[in-house]
């Protein structure tokens, strides 16, 4: 299988080969999203590795609890798991109700249009609170910091 960073100067990043892919699923090679690139060396690897599950158990919790988001931690958690275990990626990718929000993620950069009402309120009750609790500083910094997440979210194209 070909990477597109094939013939790349960079060290960081490997095509992809028989000895170092794990077997993918005929679901995720089916919807062209199986791993394209997997991290060179060793600690590398495991570096992207732990980073994975750490933002993996943040996206598990951000779909049990409300008020966290869940698919954004598994979309970069799936990002990790693509330079460190592709098997992972792909139990990602094809889990039922968020491998799709991330395939759409990957192909398009698309939010569904019910996610960013909810991430924008969500955003905005966060500023109320933040306003009642937290000294100007920390509202001025969060209010750039939110109003640029915002900006970003709503000009995502609609999945």
Do not use: N, Q
Not at 55 to 77: E, K, T, Y
Not at 92 to 106: C, S, V, Y
Not at 135 to 155: D, E
């Amino acid at each position: 299988m070909s990477s597109r960073f094939e013939g790349s100067s960079d060290p960081g990043f490997v095509r992809h080969d028989a000895t170092r892919e794990a077997p993918a699923s005929s679901e995720a090679a089916a919807r062209g999203v199986s791993s394209s690139r997997v991290a060179g060396t060793v600690a590398l690897r495991a570096v992207w590795f732990i980073a994975g599950l750490a933002l993996a158990a943040l996206g598990i919790a951000g779909v049990i609890l409300p008020g966290l988001p869940g698919v954004v931690f598994l979309i970069m958690a799936a990002a990790c798991f693509a330079r460190s275990s592709p098997r992972l990626e792909a139990k990602l990718l094809e889990h039922p109700k968020t491998g799709p929000a991330i395939i759409a993620w990957r192909r398009t950069g698309a939010v569904p249009r019910r996610a960013k009402w909810i991430a924008g309120a969500s955003m905005l009750g966060s500023l109320g609170l933040i306003a009642l609790t937290a000294p100007p500083v920390a509202l001025v910094s969060s209010t750039i910091g939110m109003a640029a997440a915002g900006l970003y979210l709503f000009t995502r194209p609609d999945a």
